[in-house]
């Protein structure tokens, strides 16, 4: 592998130059420029050549995990710890996943329901428990506000909405858009945290009409409504943090193609055994 390095980038720097940084010799270099690739080496290239057009249809986003998974659907049989391997010696890797400093606001006033999950993050079926919740995207304008509603059986994003102020209408219009794509049947479980907007009179109103019934974290407990978080934080990872929007206009636009032409037709879930959402619920219903 070293070796093929130095071939690759010998138009670039000096072989000698190569040969001492990777502690090899040029002789042996030459000796091996001069022989036939092994089995070994040529299948090493293939799947290189592989990974990296797996790597870029993923925006540059999965690691060996989803690599060696998608190598699989295309039924190509080789070991998660070979990928890896290749990967480093590509130069390829993933998002790293950057700690987060999680704040709740307790609002314990609040005439909030009860956890009707209790940590169970689970659906058997589409359509029966969704959550929510509302995050903020910096920009040179100011913030852009993010409303989303996931189903827990796909982690699909049923609905979402975006606008410069978090009021109610911004969660209104996520609920709509979801309702409108979903048309779920009555006694729906909806899960958000404790956040105010979600408790106002309009919107509670709102999911009595459609036969909802309400869910709420317990005060200052973000890990109650993890699946919304970790969605967000797979987005911003991911997708909005290789940005520096200049206009909120700029940011809803990044939202949408992320979410509508790579989260739900083609990014990989581990908890779905590695397949994307819209993949998944069609497996899943077809059965």
Known sequence: MKFRFVQEYRGTFRVGMMC??????????????RRQPSRRE???QALVDRIRVIHAQSRETYGSPRIHRALRDDAIRVGRKR?????????LSGCSAQRFKRTATVRAELPAPGNLLDGDFSSRSPNRVWVG????????????????LLDLFSRKVVGYATSPNPRQRLVLEALEAAV???????????????????????YQGRLDDY?????ASKPGRCVDNAVAESFFHTLKTEWLYHFDFYTKEEARLAIFDYVETFYKPSRLHSTLDYRSPNEYERMKTAA
């Open 20 to 33: 001492r940084v990777l502690k090899v010799s040029r002789s042996g270099y030459y000796a091996w420029q």
């Open 42 to 44: 040529v299948e090493d």
């Open 83 to 91: 990928v890896a391997r290749l990967m480093r010696w590509e130069g």
């Open 133 to 148: 919740d509302v995050t903020q995207i910096r920009t040179r304008e100011g913030w852009l506000f993010l409303a989303v």
């Open 180 to 202: 409108a794509a979903r048309h779920p049947e009555p006694g729906l479980i909806h899960h958000t945290d404790r956040g105010g907007i979600y408790f106002s009179t309009e």
């Open 211 to 215: 036969e909802m019934q309400c869910s």
